[in-house]
C-alpha cells in the first residue's frame, strides 16, 4: 500500500505540481490550502508524512505543526518544510521536521527526502 502524504500550500499551482510529481513517485497524495482544512484532515486519518509551505495565511506552518504536535492523541508524523526563507532549516529542527525544500522545488531533491522518510514511492533514493 503506498504512503499517505498531505501537502499544504496557499498556492494551487504549486499543490498540484507537488500532487503531480508524487503521485508518479506512487504515493497516495492528499492536498490542502491552509493549515485549518490540513488540520481537519489530519485529525480524520493521520497521514505518513506533512509537506508543509511555511508563508500561508491564518497560521503559518510552523504553528501548523507546532498545534499538531501538541495533540498527543495524534501519532508521529514526518514533516518536510517547504520555504524559501533560510529559517525553515533552523526552526524546522526545532519543530522536529525531517527536513525542508526550499521554492522553486526540485523535484529529484523532494522525493529524495520524501523516500527516506516514508515507504510506498517508487522513487529510487539518489
Known amino acids: 500500500m503506498a504512503a499517505s502524504i498531505l501537502v ?5 499551482n504549486i499543490r498540484e505540481l507537488l500532487r503531480m510529481h508524487l503521485s508518479a513517485a506512487g504515493y497516495d497524495v492528499h492536498v490542502a490550502r491552509d ?6 484532515m489530519v485529525l480524520r ?3 505518513d508524512l506533512i509537506i508543509s509551505d511555511v508563508n500561508m495565511p491564518h497560521m503559518d506552518g510552523f504553528e501548523f505543526i507546532a498545534a499538531l504536535k501538541a495533540d498527543k492523541s495524534l501519532p508521529h508524523i ?4 517547504l ?3 533560510e529559517e525553515g532549516d533552523q526552526r524546522g529542527k526545532e519543530l ?3 527536513g525542508y525544500v526550499t521554492k ?3 523535484a529529484d531533491r523532494l522525493l529524495s527526502l520524501v ?4 515507504p510506498g514511492g517508487t522513487h529510487p533514493i539518489g
Open 8 to 12: 499544504v500550500d496557499d498556492d494551487e
Open 35 to 40: 493549515a485549518i482544512s490540513a488540520g481537519y
Open 78 to 81: 514526518p514533516v518536510i518544510f
Open 115 to 118: 523516500a527516506k522518510h516514508v
Open 45 to 47: 486519518s493521520p497521514p
Open 96 to 98: 522536529g521536521a525531517v
Open 104 to 106: 522553486p522545488v526540485r
Open 83 to 85: 520555504t524559501s526563507m
